[in-house]
């Protein structure tokens, strides 16, 4: 139960302040900016998966729970609920920011900017990068782990600052639903459920290929 409760309580702080930041662009006349918003949400990610890393893994996004479990590293008996933990977080962020800006329309929702087909292909990309470096340095020597936050905020941050203004750069479904649910705007909401699952679990394969030769024994007999 303190792993659900770590991931309900992260994943709200995170949508909270990602889509918040969002929110107060829009309501202040672009007083935070398209690079204060994607510095908010790599910061927010670094700074929960420090807070709550050690308890739940602080994956707060039901992508990467799934892509973990995939990948043998995340027991599939808590899949169920740490995705029910996320969407609650998410959904009880949205609502708090529906009951602070009322008359905001959006509260963040993710929606294509081009053709769906487009940011569906952006969003699958962007998340199999991201799933790379998480299964990288979540699961590398303990250096690596100290630098974990570090490096998936930074991921974070970056593929927000670059593809936001076209995709949303979601690259997570609870982060999507629950705004979209909220405000209504549903549309076009399969492709930021369907992308980052997708691109997620495609990273596992490709990640378990690349450290192959670091299974191997160290002493090779000789032929």
Not at 128 to 136: A, G, K, P, R, T
Not at 147 to 161: D, K, Y
Not at 168 to 191: F, Q
Not at 208 to 215: F, I
């Amino acid at each position: 139960m303190r792993k659900y409760v770590a991931e309900l309580i992260g994943t709200f702080t995170m949508v909270f302040c990602g889509t918040g930041a969002m929110v107060i662009d829009q309501q202040s006349g672009g007083s935070v900016t398209h690079v204060g918003v994607a510095i908010t949400w790599g910061l927010i990610v670094m700074s929960m998966i420090y807070a709550l890393g050690n308890v739940s893994g602080a994956h707060m996004n039901p992508a990467v729970s799934i892509a973990f479990s995939v990948a043998g590293r995340f027991k599939a008996r808590l899949l169920p609920g740490y995705i029910a933990s996320q969407l609650a977080g998410a959904l009880l962020a949205s609502v708090t920011l529906k009951f602070l800006f009322p008359a905001n329309s959006l509260l963040g929702a993710t929606l294509p900017a081009g053709t769906a087909m487009q940011s569906f292909v952006l969003e699958l990309l962007l998340t199999f990068f991201l799933m790379l470096v998480i299964m990288q340095v979540a699961h590398g020597s303990k250096e690596q782990g100290l630098f974990a936050g570090i490096a998936i905020g930074s991921v974070v941050g970056l593929e927000a600052m670059f593809a936001g203004p076209i995709c949303g750069a979601s690259m997570n479904p609870a982060r999507s639903i629950a705004p979209a649910l909220v405000s209504g705007h549903l549309e076009h909401l399969w492709v930021y459920v369907i992308a980052p699952v997708a691109g997620a679990v495609i990273a596992i394969p490709i990640w378990k290929y690349l450290n192959a030769s670091n299974n191997l024994p160290q002493h090779l007999p000789r032929v």
